[in-house]
């Protein structure tokens, strides 16, 4: 006697949603597990049946038959009452699925027109049910029925909790956010970046984002900005807690059809902290750099954690222009103290004299902040850029960071910067690198901005700008180098203090001092 074989038990997590955005294909797995539904026969001799739809599939009294549901839906799978010998059942795939350890079932629906399947709809629910047919073309009852709703992978994701980035349960439709979906972080939660692939599109903090200390982490928008509103927070590092060495942490803003389409910007009231490992910014070479040399030597104290990989910029002894600075990749980094440091491709010679000293300044830093777009300026400019608008004296602390192709020629976008207003912006930016911007920092009608000890080297005009009652600035013991226009340019800005500051090889004049004091 062939007794009647039974129906594989269906689970929601039988289903897998994998999106795609490149031609906005998506595809749904329906799978189960190949196990024995026929006592001793293999799974791979048997037949299922499997029927799909947008609308509940009711079976009758018997379990055998499934009631054609009501207008307006479709089958997606229509179930077949004919022999599989004549074609008119599925045999679906058995293997081991991306992301399983053992072999299953399994059929895929798709976006795009598929054998057997039809167009997939966000927004809808899908059933499914299944039926074994064995050799004997016996058949079982049909499986009880397991649904998935296809979420639009571009909804907006909204934090329910504090958590990982990573973890479905910090969010409200239970999925991370995806290069498309606006995300907003909710008052009173947390969200931590703790992988290197997150994305998101526009993204608006009203709790705290904070990047991870202990893991490497990366978040990239496309197409849209990050705004940070009064009372919350973003964090990459704060002094109490910085992102040490042998962690790195990227934050990726988004490129524009044109430039300054996109930005990181900091409301009034809103807070903004980073803080990367302590590595020393800029010093001093300890001997003269022969003609073609391709080391240098170093206080070891001067090149704090410098590493192998690391960007660094060679300022002139003499010569003046963008052209007599020079900037290497480190190759090597050994001895004990002094360090030498080794690079490929020779420099310019620099005799080191107490009226002529060698500065050198790392450019790299474990904690980044870049835009996407790279072009600042001229024909296809795409970059981004970052704008503080914090009012109080702890709002803003950068500290060693890179900064890097961010501004573009536009009021409040030209790079880093600083603005106040109706209230004082304030911010402090310490031993961090700012590069290939627009400008470099633009302070324009804050209050007591300090900036010290950075880098602020290849943008493409000042690297530093104070303008408009910025009132009592402090900039003491930057290396301006480099920059395509003046190594700063100060204009109506009183009150400040200047100090131990380096500018060399800069397009223009190292210092540009107008009505100021």
Known sequence: VNARPTFPALSPADIDFTPSFTGGASTLLFKWDGGSYDGAAATTTLNYEVAGATRSLDVDGSGFRIFVPPFPTRFLLAPHQGSPLMGHSLRPAYKVWPGDSS???????????????????????????????????????????????????????RSVASGPWSSPATWDWGEVPTQCSAVIVTTGTQVTVDITTATASTTTVYGKLAFSLTQNSSLTLVAGSLTVAQAATLELGTEAGPIGPGVSAALVLASGTFGGQYGLIVEPGGRFFTRGASKNPWGYASASIGAGALTLSIPAADAALWAVGDEIVIGPTDGVG??????????????????????TGGVAARVLTPDTPIAVGNLTRNVLLRSSGTIVNGPGHNSAYVLIRSTGAADAALTYTE???????????????????????????????????????????AVAVKLERNVIAGNNLSGLALYLMSDGARVTRNLLVKNGSYGADIDAAPNGIINGNVVAANANDGFRNANSS
């Not at 047919?133 to 029925?145: E, F, K, N, P, V």
Request: glycine content about 14%; aromatic content about 10%; some cysteine.
């Open 403 to 445: 900064f890097a192709f961010l501004g573009v020629n536009s009021g409040t976008r030209r790079g880093l910067q600083v603005l106040g207003g109706a209230l004082p912006g304030r911010a402090e930016i310490s031993s961090c690198s700012i590069r290939e911007g627009y400008w470099g920092v633009e302070v324009t009608s």
């Open 103 to 157: 072999p299953k079932h399994g059929v895929f629906l798709s976006a795009t027109a598929s054998s057997g399947a039809a167009v997939l709809s966000y927004g809808s629910t899908y059933y499914f049910r299944v039926q074994t047919i064995d050799a004997g073309l016996m058949r079982s009852t049909w499986s009880g029925q397991v649904t998935h709703y296809l979420l639009d992978p571009c909804a907006t994701r």
């Open 322 to 343: 963008l052209g007599s600075a020079e900037r290497r990749v480190l190759t090597s980094v050994a001895g004990t103290d002094p360090l030498t440091l080794g690079w």
